[in-house]
């Protein structure tokens, strides 16, 4: 069975006993969510996650923990080239890790950091990973560094900046993130080239480092650097490519999350998930885009 889901919420009074039952309305078995805000690091009470229920409703629903994507908050720069501000994001991801141990989740998605023009930028960043990795040493916590579309200054925006951060890290505690949209939008041609993009990969970093794919159609053109996501079949990359990393026997055991854009104002992964399981593009998802 494929793992397929997408981007839910965990917020109000239902927080975490909601985002099962919003996952499961679409059909889902694997989700994704932030612990807060995802531009803020405000946290509420480990109580207030409901945990317990949590736990009940992902046996009930046949979820399996380890497939729950935690997503780091965008504002996290581990590579600022100021040190308070990545002693800050450090020290806020330690928290995050410590509370999904707590919590019981294994997999978080972290953007590798922001530049902001600094060439030491990408060496600050992987002593920060470094750091947090020997902060949190005791939990079963799996760091996953998304391939970025290279939007300003983004680090991660090829294979060869996510192999040099990896590399000499431990496998049980970084891996890839890989995003659809995100690197179409940097620039591989997964949709003329499927093969040869993932050859690359696996050249460069190792497939078997992919341990969550972000699902998403592009709203732009190869190589755009926007990152603007699309609904499933709406954008440039397509259905058919889309699907290709769907069904790929070897992203089987891997986590496929939608990321992808409301449609007036309604989550539209259930269509989606649908579509995708029913191998058959549907052109009323959405009107003109
Ligand atoms: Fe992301
Ligand atoms: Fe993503
Ligand atoms: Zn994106």
């Known amino acids: 069975m494929i793992k397929l889901g997408s981007h839910v919420s965990n917020k109000g009074d239902e927080m975490l006993v909601g985002s099962v039952l919003e996952a499961a309305s679409y059909n889902a078995n694997c989700f994704m969510v932030y612990l807060g805000a995802p531009q803020n690091s405000y946290r509420k009470s480990f109580a207030s996650f409901r945990k317990d229920e949590f736990d009940q409703l992902l046996k009930e629903h046949q979820m399996n923990i380890d497939d729950i994507i935690v997503h780091a908050p965008y504002i996290i720069n581990m590579a600022n080239p100021d040190p308070e501000k990545r002693e800050f994001a450090i020290n806020f991801l330690t928290s995050e890790l410590l509370l999904m141990e707590q919590l019981g ?55 060869q900046e996510l192999a040099f951060l990896l590399e000499g890290l431990p496998k049980e505690r970084v891996n890839v993130c890989f995003d659809t949209c995100h690197t179409f939008d940097s620039g591989y041609d997964t949709v003329n080239d499927y093969d040869g993009v993932l050859r690359e990969f696996d050249e460069v970093i190792g497939l078997e480092r992919i341990k969550a794919i972000h699902l998403n159609d592009s709203k732009n053109p190869i190589g755009s650097k926007k990152d603007r996501h699309e609904n499933i079949g709406y ?28 449609i007036d104002g309604k989550a539209p992964y259930k269509e989606e998930i649908e579509m995708i399981k029913m191998k058959k593009f549907n052109p009323k998802l959405k009107g003109e885009h």
């Not at 760091?143 to 925006?157: C, H, N, P, S, Y």
């Open 105 to 159: 989740f294994t997999k978080i998605v972290v953007h590798p950091g922001n530049s902001l023009g600094d060439e030491q930028a990408i060496n600050y960043l992987k002593e920060s990973l470094i750091k947090l990795l020997d902060n949190t040493k005791d939990t079963k916590t799996m760091i996953l560094l998304e391939t970025m579309a290279g939007k300003g200054t983004e680090i991660g925006r090829n294979f």
């Open 235 to 262: 954008g440039y990359i397509g259905f058919e490519t889309l699907l290709k990393f769907v069904y790929d026997e070897r992203f089987k055991e891997i986590p496929k999350i939608l990321e992808t854009p409301y």
